[in-house]
């Protein structure tokens, strides 16, 4: 029998399982206080999952505020939604609007791999489906422990299946993303999953429950036992190696129900049926109702007993805390509801009324007859608690950065350059990652312009127009561990220049933020120096955060990840046949280096493989100049100034070098500037760099762009032959190249 509300109120000293449900002693007491009684089970149940880190951001609130101050404009249009609803929604122009959003799903991808990343990718895609909009790609920022170790093996082939299986079933591209390894995230694989979708503005939709009668009606897939409490608890705990932890199961995704989903929500959206909709992802029915109810007229009924379910021995208290996919919830005028279960069958979707919404001010959740749920529904889902947790810079930051590089052996001769970039090449984090993208569908829908191992995902929005988005994910954890501030700037320079190579110009950011235990001052610091840092740049670089996430709890035991702040960057370009790609594509092309080289080595690749060092500052960001170099990349691909643009990032000029020349396989000549130090001029990671590759012919005019932009030119080389040449120092063939930057990970997967 149910614990009822009447219940409750007779029995206030009956035990309560609240701290197993991750609840704090402290929060527990709160949630009396408002109710003025015990919780029922139902209600314990909706509070834990709905005040969980996952779900509430009780830790981060206070410092993701910052946020809303940055201005709600775009460099191409307004924000039409932003932070607080599913996704942010952009005006791209043309009376078109893009929505994307990029959300963690780590832990569930540790204890199951594929289905943690599928379902991954199966909840953000609903994210985007929620706001109206049709999802038409997916991108993944993946980071595993050392490539070498037994538990990579278990984890990295899983995830890498489920982010392709799903994704590929759902008929949507993978266009993008990253593969990183550290010995950090051994144990705390992070699965970060971003989906963007496209909607003209009269289309969007919003999380309301409005209109006092109007039907609640659940539909997709059937309510189960998997992924109780899933999400929303798991992502709220740190992973004990010596304890207990709570593990709860994973949910279990089905894709070609969800696709059935999309394309039955897009035809109700169509039919002008639907006053409000969410998805059911973290917290499933709980989020749903209380978000839904507190964001409209504030009151709804709901009987529980309606709910379809796959598994009848289920509790009331499980059938709201489950996380079972492929689940949607909308708000429906009574006149419309026989046309929405017309549509509904049509695509063999489940539907079915489950309440209504009243002007009570409550959400009453009711089964069996009885009320088991009696709530102000913004004390559930948007009054919960908010902890302006401690936060000090350790004592241990002065030490790492203070242990610079300049002391570590650098190579000297030509042969010794020569043997390190081997080496660089064929390492973990630059080796070939098209093991894993070979995987991805990256063509599907037949929109794809740019995708993998380009700077950037690009995608056509419109045939006729050919105007396009491009995104990009970035993030160094090195550079963050070094210096949080500067590292997130650095993160989102980076995905801010991979957008604007293409040609496309940035206009804005959705970032997740995934760090240790906010319980802990040090990692509390390192998030709030991450989210100073990022405010500062997106308000000099004019691109407003419109959403994301924030992963805490990345640790096992004492062993937190590094803090590692992925920044989504979108941009948007007027006619996609004008993009940029990345690779030399023509023998005689004039090769360029935009920007400055200086030594900036801490943190770098070559510290890392060669002495396994992470200590000094990490390079100076200067958004000044990210700035006046993206309108240089713009407006040369508006002109059809460029051949290729390539962004240099981790492993410097010398990585930039062999991926642009093994791309469409044409070698190149190299001679590097005068009075240059030849290994800081191949292997360091200085920040706002890019090379170019121009014909002779538009050679003059780009290099009086630069100036016009105060943008520094060098001449490099020009793009001949099958190898990699240096002038004074060495050559490599390109067979050479390309058989060490693919061993790796396909050696290492094989094994």
Not at 262 to 267: A, F, S, V, W
Not at 435 to 449: F, N
Not at 513 to 516: A, C, P, V
């Given at each position: 029998m149910a614990d009822t509300v009447e219940q409750a109120a007779r029995t206030p000293d009956t035990p309560q399982p609240w701290s197993e449900l991750g609840l704090k002693e402290d929060e527990y007491r709160r949630i009396r206080d408002i109710l003025g009684r015990r919780p029922t089970g139902s209600e314990l149940a909706m509070y834990s999952v709905m005040w969980s880190e996952h779900c509430s951001y009780k830790s981060s609130k206070v410092h993701l505020r910052r946020f809303g101050e940055l201005p709600a404009e775009t460099p191409v249009g307004k924000l039409l939604a932003g932070i607080g609803e599913n996704a942010g929604v952009i005006d791209i122009g043309q009376n078109y609007a893009v929505t994307f959003k990029i959300e963690s799903h780590n832990h569930p991808s540790y204890i199951e791999p594929y289905q943690g990343a599928a379902t991954g990718v199966g909840g953000i895609v609903r994210?985007?489906?929620?706001?109206?909009?049709?999802?038409?790609?997916?991108?993944?920022?993946?980071?595993?422990g050392p490539l070498d170790a037994p538990d990579t093996h278990r984890v990295l082939p899983g995830v890498v299946a489920g982010v392709g299986g799903y994704g590929n079933c759902l008929g949507l591209p993978t266009i993008g993303g990253e593969v990183v390894f550290d010995g950090s995230y051994l144990g705390n694989p992070l699965v970060n999953a971003l989906c963007v979708g496209v909607l003209k503005h009269e289309d969007l939709h919003l999380a309301r429950a409005t209109g006092v009668g109007n039907k609640v009606i659940l539909y997709g897939a059937a309510t189960g036992g998997d992924g109780i409490g899933g999400a929303s608890v798991l992502a709220s705990e740190t992973f004990d190696e010596t304890g207990p932890a709570k593990r709860p199961s994973v949910q279990v995704g089905d894709p070609f129900q969800e696709k059935l989903l999309?394309?039955?929500?897009?035809?109700l959206f169509a039919a002008g049926v639907i006053n409000g909709i969410s998805d059911l992802g973290a917290a499933g029915l709980s989020c749903a109702t209380a978000e839904l109810a507190s964001s409209g007229d504030g009151g709804m009924h709901v009987d529980l007993d309606l709910v379809p379910l796959r598994d009848h021995t289920l509790s009331p208290e499980e059938i709201l805390m489950s996380e079972s996919q492929e689940r949607m919830m909308a708000i429906v005028e009574p006149q419309h509801v026989d046309r929405f279960f017309e549509i509904c069958r049509k695509w063999d979707v489940l539907a079915t009324d489950i309440g209504e919404v009243t002007d009570t001010g409550?959400?009453?959740i009711d089964w069996h007859g009885e009320t088991i749920v009696d709530v102000r529904p913004r004390t559930v889902a948007a009054e919960g608690p908010v902890y302006e947790r401690p936060y000090a810079r350790p004592d241990w930051q002065d030490r790492v950065q203070a242990d610079g590089v300049n002391d570590l052996p650098r190579p000297?001769?030509?042969a010794e350059l020569r043997e390190t970039l081997i080496r660089l090449v064929g390492s973990p984090n630059l080796a070939?990652?098209?093991?894993?993208?070979?995987?991805?569908?990256?063509?599907?829908?037949?929109?794809?312009?740019?995708?993998?191992?380009?700077?950037?995902?690009m995608l056509r929005i419109d045939e006729g127009s050919r105007l396009g988005v491009a995104l990009a994910t970035d993030c160094n954890g090195r550079f963050a561990y070094l210096d949080p501030y500067a590292g997130a700037q650095s993160a989102l320079a980076e995905a801010y220049r991979n957008v604007a190579v293409t040609g496309a110009r940035p206009v804005a950011v959705s970032d997740c933020?995934?760090?240790?235990s906010p319980e802990d001052p040090a990692v509390m610091w390192q998030f709030e120096r991450a989210i100073a840092g990022l405010v500062d740049a997106c308000r000099a670089l004019g691109t407003p955060v419109t959403g994301g996430n924030v992963s805490f709890y990345n640790q096992t035991g004492e062993q937190a990840i590094l803090p590692t702040p992925v920044v989504g960057v979108l941009g948007v370009i007027d006619d996609v046949a004008r993009r940029t790609p990345m690779g030399f594509s023509a023998e005689g092309d004039i090769v360029l280096l935009l920007g400055e080289t200086k030594d900036e080595l801490a943190g770098s690749t070559w510290a890392g493989v060669v002495h396994d060092h992470l200590g000094g500052l990490p390079p100076v960001v200067d958004l000044d100049h990210e700035k006046r170099l993206a309108e240089v990349l713009v407006t040369a691909a508006q002109q059809g100034l460029l051949s290729s643009a390539?962004?240099?990032?981790?492993?410097?000029?010398?990585?930039?070098?062999?991926?642009?020349?093994?791309?469409h396989d044409h070698g190149v000549r190299v001679t590097l500037p005068d009075?240059?130090?030849p290994f800081v001029a191949l292997f360091s990671e200085s920040t706002g760099r890019v090379i170019v590759s121009v014909t002779e012919d538009q050679r003059g005019a780009f290099e009086a762009l630069c100036a016009d932009h105060g943008v520094p030119v060098d001449q490099l080389g020009v793009v001949a032959g099958d190898q990699l040449k240096v002038t004074g120092q060495f050559d490599i063939g390109l067979a050479e190249l390309r058989a060490a930057w693919q061993q790796p990970i396909r050696q290492a997967v094989a094994a």
């Open positions: 994210d985007i489906l929620a706001m109206g909009a049709r999802p038409v790609g997916v991108m993944d920022a993946l980071r595993f999309i394309e039955c929500t897009l035809e409550r959400l009453i000297a001769t030509g070939d990652k098209s093991w894993v993208t070979d995987q991805y569908d990256r063509y599907v829908r037949g929109d794809s312009v740019l995708a993998q191992p380009e700077d950037s995902g933020l995934n760090f240790g390539h962004d240099l990032s981790d492993g410097g000029l010398a990585q930039a070098l062999v991926e642009s020349a093994l791309r009075g240059a130090d």
